[in-house]
């Protein structure tokens, strides 16, 4: 047997042997091997205090030279870029060419004359002021643009469209034209919270008046905002504004419709959603459930008004005797818009003796609204009008001590007390194939008026 031999079969005779004692003794296996690790744990830690101190390895520094431009070449690119200048204002009353554009920062005899001469241009100073007006010039103060936008000149665009006025400079003369472009609507959320009043409330929270306006509508068949309102409740609503090129405009008419809203009145919530329904166009508020919130009459002929006098016994002031006031005196300033609280026909436009100027309309089912002491009569006799349409305005026509709008209710020539009318007329229904569409408009704002009851007494745009 050659000695190879011999080792091979000493090797599997070794083996046979583990093998056996490990077959015997698993857990004396188990602690050997757990010792020889641990001698290994040892042996590395003893060996790796053995490694080079870092202190003692050879260091090398190296330098390298960073090239820098020169002061001189910096200043010269800085001298040769153009610092332009741009400036966005709003016109005043009594704003003329040179003041309009020595607000703004720019100084340009040029410019200013044209504003002056230009049948065009000269438009950014005629009418109302507010108008908004951009404008850019470069770094001597000459003008090379100016934007003005304002209302669009047809009245039946005015909702919906601006006129945006363009002056720019073409070489060593400028040129003038004028555009109608849409409004752009941006929706926005607010919330406040009742103390002394309602339009107290949304003035501090910064909501529009015509939106305020737009709420009161909202819920008037819930709430009377005369009588009920309390203090410490609370609303939140989801609204649109309007934009020209992306800013909010400030003339009259910037803002859109009220969307959504939600009521807090006396720890009862109220709430309401803007539909419109896409078959027959007809658009209205409803209540989360459906159950439409425009009656078939307005609760009130006016938008801004506080009630002077109600329906009932009073002292009548020029006949100074005790008698049964026949309807609700509105007091507002002179100018005030009056509008129809309902779908009618014009039955009488014009004056008589106590109502001084006056309107009467009658409505289906033998009711009759009467609009009294008007300053002015924006309809005719016969004339075809629709709820919220303006009929005239505020005045002190006729018996009256001040301005104000005496309201009358009739319902087959008996007086009625227009406020219980108004809370008790039919509502208009939402039709059945237009649910699912209602559904998911609720849905939607659910969510919007989520984030504006977090506000807290703020306005503000998504």
Partial sequence: MTAIQKRLQQLQTAIKTVDGFAARHPRALTATVVSALSCFAVTAFGIAPLAPDAAELPRRTLVETVATPSIEAQLEELAAHSIGLARAEATRSGDTPDSLLRRAGAFDPAAAAFLRADPLARRIFQGRAGKMVHLTANASGQVQKIVARFPAEKSELQASHFTRLTVARDGGRFVAHTETVPLQAQIALGSGSIRTSLFAATDEAKIPDAIASQMADMFSGDIDFHRELRKGDRFSIVYETLTADGEPIQWDGGTGRLLAGEFTNNGRTYSAVYFKDSASGKASFYGFDGQSKRRAFLASPMEFSR?????????????????????????????????????????????????????????????????????????????????????????????????????????????????????????????????????????????????????????AAE
């Avoid at 006031?325 to 507002?332: I, K």
């Avoid at 609280?341 to 409505?363: I, K, L």
């Avoid at 009358?408 to 569409?437: C, N, W």
């Fill in 307 to 459: 009630i002077t006098s109600g329906f009932a016994m009073r002292f009548h002031p020029i006949m100074k005797t005790w008698r049964q006031h026949n309807g609700v005196d509105y007091g507002a300033p002179t100018g005030t818009a009056v509008r129809s609280v309902g779908d009618g026909t014009v039955e009488m436009a014009g004056w008589q003796n106590g109502f001084g100027n006056v309107v009467h309309v009658r409505h289906a089912g033998d009711r009759t609204t009467v609009y009294a002491h008007l300053s002015k009569i924006d309809v005719k006799k016969g004339q075809r009008i629709e709820q919220g349409q303006r009929i005239g305005a505020v005045g002190a026509t006729g018996w009256a001590t001040g301005p104000h709008l005496h309201f009358e209710f009739r319902v087959g020539g008996r007086h009625m007390d227009p406020r219980a009318i108004a809370r008790a007329s039919e509502a208009v229904t939402l039709p059945g194939y237009a649910k699912a569409q209602f559904l998911q408009t609720v849905a939607s704002v659910k969510t919007q008026l989520a984030v504006a009851e977090t506000l807290d007494g703020v306005s």
